[in-house]
């Protein structure tokens, strides 16, 4: 991406501190700030891939499932509180990640919603600044005039996030926001206003509640950090 794209509705430049922090995003939330010093490691007494079927796979409980579900409440309060809309919020879940998220998020909102669903994939490297990116299953019906909420797992580099907000503004939209549960440290070079933030991670390689690796462990309830030995 080249700098500020004013066509993106609600696409503000995040407010990047001199220290690389990101501010607060909208008034209701606060993200909270995950570090590696709060996994919870797996040890001789204690495996939390057990219960699952996934024994010996696992090497901490990042962001147990009571945490991640209170902060859902907490997410699904700040996006009823700022809808100002006639007709209710249109949530668009981008396969498959954030299908666990979605379901929670919906659940939560103490207004109506309406679901959709988009399936993408990416090309090109990660690295490179024009996503490429094709739509493998678009949305069933048209947002004109909806005020759609693009809901995220995890953003990591956000160009596929990037490039969905351009699409997505193309059709017409009353507004566009993004609720995301999970953030990574290079998302702040993503250059979207991204409202609403669950927790801000560390880089690693996370997996669990709609995240898989090689479509594993998208099953579990929680946010883990995957043993080093299952990567190769
Ligand atoms: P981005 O376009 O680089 O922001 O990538 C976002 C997508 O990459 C997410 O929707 C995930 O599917 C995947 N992803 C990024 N980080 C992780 C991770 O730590 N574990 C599992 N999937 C990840
Ligand atoms: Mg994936």
Redesign the pocket.
Known sequence: MTGFDSSIPNAVPPAIGVDGAVAAPGAGVSTTYVTSADAVPAGPAWDPGTEHGYDGELAAVLIPAETLQAKITELARAVAADHTYDTPPLLICVL??AVMFVTDFARALPIPSELEFMAVSSYGSATSSSGVVRILKDLDRDITGRRVIIVEDIIDSGLTLSWLLKNLATRGPAAIDIVALLRKPEAVKVEVDVRYVGFDIPTDFVVGYG??YNERYRDLPFVGLLGEHMYR
């Open positions: 498959k990640g995240l898989d």
